[in-house]
């Protein structure tokens, strides 16, 4: 990856999609206000607010580092549809719809002269009984503080673990490497990298604890890379099913970018930096200054003075 003059922070415009609505102009002017050089065009950005942002854009209000899949929001969906289609489905029709969206985040990426796409890659899913049943049964019950005295709590994730992984590794890696291959050349000659998201419910792709074995399965596409988020793996951590610095650790060499926000210990993140328990000084050594982008992926319920902070606690980390 070519490295950056400087480091790459910028704010996902979903913490201020419902205050500006279809004005992407204004949308833009406000980060610029906060103190954000860069954005990125989250997944609630709509069609309406796509003229206001080019203008933005054009006349150097902000830059944009990276979009979100998909962006613009379809006009036939309702809100936000980053899972509108997935990339690991076997369905022949769903592929060519991710296909179809994706291509068109990737155009307005090439645009925007942005360097990643984040995208969402599906989730594992079954006729009956979500799989991880059984944990969400014991969380709702016991609730995050009360896990380690859950009898056989750690039995049922580490059953968990494993079946997911088989069933993972069997097909729907493949699927992902596939939709991603056939627009491979696009993201190529757009210079764009797929950031292939962490997500934070468990049977959501890729698995946080088999990444190396997702990664494997796409190999030969050398665009795909991983977009950590840092709220969503310590989500992960906090039912024991991996830490977020063992993820880290395992992509230290295929990370290009990063969604940045807190997590309390109950499990609610995209909240302030520093309201939470993310050891972001641990996590700081994997954070490349010349070659990652860091996007603060905040709750647009956050203080506009909170958000203020924690681009000025990332500043202070880079």
């Avoid at 913490?15 to 050089?37: I, P, V």
């Avoid at 069933?167 to 056939?182: G, H, T, V």
Wanted: charge should be neutral.
């Amino acid at each position: 990856m070519e490295d950056y003059q400087k480091p790459v922070i910028s704010l996902s415009t979903s913490y201020l999609q419902s205050k500006f609505a279809g004005d992407g102009y204004a949308m833009l002017q406000e980060a610029a206000e906060m103190g954000f050089e860069y954005v990125e065009l989250g997944h609630s950005t709509t069609t309406a607010a796509m003229q206001g942002i080019e203008r933005a854009v054009k006349e150097g209000v902000v830059k944009v580092s990276s979009l979100h899949n998909f962006c613009p929001v379809p006009p036939f969906a309702k809100g936000a549809a980053p899972n509108l289609f997935s990339p690991a489905t076997k369905n022949a029709l769903e592929s060519r719809q991710w296909q179809r969206h994706t291509k068109n985040t990737l155009e307005f990426a090439r645009e925007f002269g942005a360097r990643a796409v984040v995208c969402h890659c599906g989730e594992l899913s079954y006729f009956f009984r979500r799989p991880d049943s059984k944990i969400a049964a014991v969380l709702e019950e016991k609730g995050y503080e009360g896990l380690d005295e859950a009898e056989n709590y750690l039995k049922l994730v580490d059953k968990f673990k494993k079946k997911a992984a088989k069933r993972a590794e069997k097909r729907d890696y493949k699927n992902i490497a596939k939709n991603i291959s056939a627009l491979h050349e696009t993201a190529a000659e757009a210079g764009v990298f797929f950031g292939l998201e962490n997500r934070e419910a468990y049977p959501e792709l890729p698995l946080d604890w088999n990444i190396t074995a997702f990664f494997e399965a796409l190999r030969e596409l050398p665009r795909a890379k991983f977009w950590h988020d840092v709220g969503h793996s310590k989500r992960k951590e906090l039912v024991r099913m991996c830490t977020q610095l063992e993820l880290a650790e395992s992509t230290a060499d295929i990370v290009c970018g990063w969604h940045l926000h807190d997590c309390s210990e109950s499990g609610k993140d995209h909240i302030a930096i520093g309201k939470g328990c993310v050891d972001f000084k641990a996590l700081s050594k994997f954070f490349d200054a010349k070659k990652h982008i860091f996007t603060l992926e905040l709750n647009r319920a956050v203080e506009r003075s909170d958000a203020v902070d924690s681009l000025k606690r990332v500043q202070d980390i880079l």
